[in-house]
């Protein structure tokens, strides 16, 4: 009986295990689609890098991905922007068995530009799987090297420069008091200082016949009424800003809305080449000097002492008083102010020891450097020498050449600072794509949206052509490859209706549309002081310049 129910027991579940085995399918795993994922990418056989520099201007653009591209999904996939935003047509191939995309726009790229390149996850295998990441690169092209203007002598391009640039103080002059505009989008505003420097391209401008001397003698007639019969002044200084019409002060900041000391005796440097350029006998002549004289005598140098300190101060304001209390020290760009207020006539004159107590600190606090720099000794000033302007604005008038005193020989103080300057943009340590030998200098200028006093020491990338160019008489040879590369090979992008713009970027494409009369006055001037010594001559033929000169220690052939 027991074996019986064995038996019936086992064929029950052997049954069982055969209708559950017959009724249910076996599963199937499902497995996904792999992941689809962007591999590496490269530009013209290079691997590319998030910013790519000097990239030609049909670049081809490879990309490497873990599957097979849908091709369909390709050109909404990829998009190529220029810096203004606007796409740019392109191409597409596809390599390794549709695993690799060669994207190469469609024409030529513009030089010196940028370009972005955007991936989306809107691409897709084949397997319709959407890609994991996008990506994004950008890329700078390369500087096209090929001429721009037909090639010239040395001469007729130093001729070319001052005459384009000579365009900004006698075409765009102040149609009323002929004054030199702040800037070319100014309208009403000029500026003081930068009137000093286009008095000075003025004559230059004489001495190369860009215009005749009856024109430059009337255009000086119209600066020196306005500036002696309207302009505003402040104890016989003039403010930084003044309306060119109405002589009203323009405040350039808040508290800055009188006299600027230093902007005047830019001015004034000016005006005094110009007494001592228009030296006829006539009436005419004798009374533009004469109110020449007046505007000079005006000023009450030692009255910006603040109460018979030991040092000028620079700003003065009707309703601050000398609340911005800047001290006028050394080493900078206002050494001329310095020399004018001691050559002054004596009702106003500082004494000695203002400039030896104020300007150079008894050489001390910073006024005496005597370190080098890339193997160039800096008698004076800040580590590495700072902006390249504290050689030019003072320098316009007085000669450096021969001058010295127990502080500095001026000749190498202005070679070596500017050396310096070149040197530190070769060595280039910050790595800006474009820094050469041919494109440096460091100077104040603006910048994208803004403006900044550049220097080895607050270098954003951003090189003035004032700085080299201006510079010409103390590197000639290093001054003229600059000035040849930024005309035959930056010359569409560069060289505008009043000679170069202000400055420009290449590491980040920029380049402005803006012209300083800061920056362009000492342009033309420099260039002239190098080819025939005509400012240096005319500011260090002033007897009170002179005699100013020999009391404050220097010693020079010319004094």
């Given at each position: 009986m027991k074996n019986i129910l064995l038996i019936i027991t086992l064929a029950l579940t052997f049954a069982a295990c055969k209708k559950s085995s017959t009724s249910s399918p076996p599963v199937v795993p499902v497995v996904p689609p792999s992941a689809f994922n962007f591999i590496s990418s490269a530009i013209n056989g290079n691997t590319s890098a998030a910013l790519n520099y000097n990239v030609g201007f049909a670049p081809v653009l490879k990309f490497s991905f873990s599957d097979k591209v849908d091709r369909t999904t390709v050109a909404a996939s990829f998009l190529i922007k220029d810096n203004g935003g606007m796409p740019v047509n392109f191409t597409s191939t596809f390599q390794n068995s549709d695993s690799v995309v060669l994207i190469q726009p469609a024409a030529s790229l513009a030089?010196?530009?940028?370009?972005?390149?955007?991936?989306?996850?809107?691409?897709?295998?084949?397997?319709?799987?959407?890609?994991?990441?996008?990506?994004?690169?950008?890329?700078?092209?390369?500087?096209?090297?090929?001429?721009?203007?037909?090639?010239?002598?040395?001469?007729?391009?130093?001729?070319?420069?001052?005459?384009?640039?000579?365009?900004?103080?006698?075409?765009?002059?102040?149609?009323?008091?002929?004054?030199?505009?702040?800037?070319?989008?100014?309208?009403?505003?000029?500026?003081?200082?930068?009137?000093?420097?286009?008095?000075?391209?003025?004559?230059?401008?004489?001495?190369?016949?860009?215009?005749?001397?009856?024109?430059?003698?009337?255009?000086?007639?119209?600066?020196?009424?306005?500036?002696?019969?309207?302009?505003?002044t402040f104890h016989g200084a003039y403010p930084h800003w003044l309306n060119g019409s109405t002589g009203v002060v323009i405040p350039f900041s808040t508290k800055d809305n009188g006299a600027d000391l230093v902007e005047t005796s830019f001015l004034i440097q000016g005006l005094l080449c110009a007494r001592q350029f228009f030296n006829g006998t006539d009436a005419a002549e004798t009374t533009l000097r004469n109110d020449i004289n007046f505007i000079y005598d005006r000023v009450e140098w030692d009255w910006f002492t603040q109460g018979n300190q030991n040092v000028l101060y620079w700003h003065w304001s009707p309703n601050y008083n000398w609340d911005i209390n800047l001290k006028i020290k050394g080493w900078n760009e206002t050494l001329v102010t310095y020399v004018l207020a001691r050559s002054a006539a004596p009702a106003h004159r500082i004494p000695a020891s203002v400039y030896t107590s104020g300007w150079t600190g008894n050489g001390s606090n910073g006024f005496t450097n005597g370190n080098s720099y890339y193997g160039y000794q800096l008698p004076l000033g800040e580590n590495l020498g700072g902006p390249l302007f504290f050689e030019h604005y003072s320098f316009l008038?007085?000669?450096?050449?021969?001058?010295?005193?127990?502080?500095?020989?001026?000749?190498?103080?202005?070679?070596?600072?500017?050396?310096?300057?070149?040197?530190?943009?070769?060595?280039?340590?910050?790595?800006?794509?474009?820094?050469?030998?041919?494109?440096?200098?460091?100077?104040?200028?603006?910048?994208?949206?803004?403006?900044?006093?550049?220097?080895?020491?607050n270098d954003v990338g951003v090189i003035a052509p004032t700085a080299a160019i201006s510079s010409l008489p103390y590197t000639p040879a290093e001054s003229m490859k600059a000035l040849k590369f930024y005309y035959y090979v930056l010359g569409d992008k560069i060289f505008k209706q009043y000679g170069f713009v202000d400055a420009f970027r290449l590491n980040d494409p920029w380049f402005a549309d803006s012209f300083l009369a800061i920056d362009q006055g000492p342009i033309i001037v420099q260039i002239e002081n190098y080819r025939t010594g005509l400012l240096w001559n005319l500011f260090t033929s002033c007897p009170e310049v002179k005699a100013g000169m020999l009391s404050l220690g220097f010693s020079a052939p010319y004094l």
């Open positions: 030089a010196i530009s940028k370009y972005i390149l955007l991936l989306s996850t809107s691409l897709k295998s084949q397997k319709n799987v959407a890609l994991s990441s996008g990506t994004t690169f950008t890329f700078i092209t390369k500087i096209d090297s090929s001429r721009k203007f037909s090639a010239i002598t040395d001469n007729e391009l130093l001729d070319k420069t001052q005459s384009q640039t000579f365009k900004y103080f006698y075409d765009f002059g102040h149609p009323v008091s002929g004054l030199a505009r702040e800037r070319n989008t100014s309208g009403e505003t000029v500026t003081s200082g930068g009137s000093g420097f286009g008095v000075m391209a003025l004559l230059a401008g004489v001495n190369r016949n860009f215009i005749t001397r009856a024109q430059g003698f009337s255009r000086l007639q119209t600066i020196t009424s306005f500036l002696k019969n309207t302009a505003q008038g007085i000669n450096p050449n021969g001058l010295s005193d127990g502080y500095a020989n001026y000749a190498t103080q202005t070679k070596n600072h500017t050396l310096i300057n070149y040197s530190y943009c070769i060595a280039n340590p910050k790595n800006y794509f474009g820094y050469s030998d041919s494109t440096w200098g460091l100077t104040a200028s603006d910048i994208p949206n803004g403006y900044t006093a550049s220097s080895p020491t």
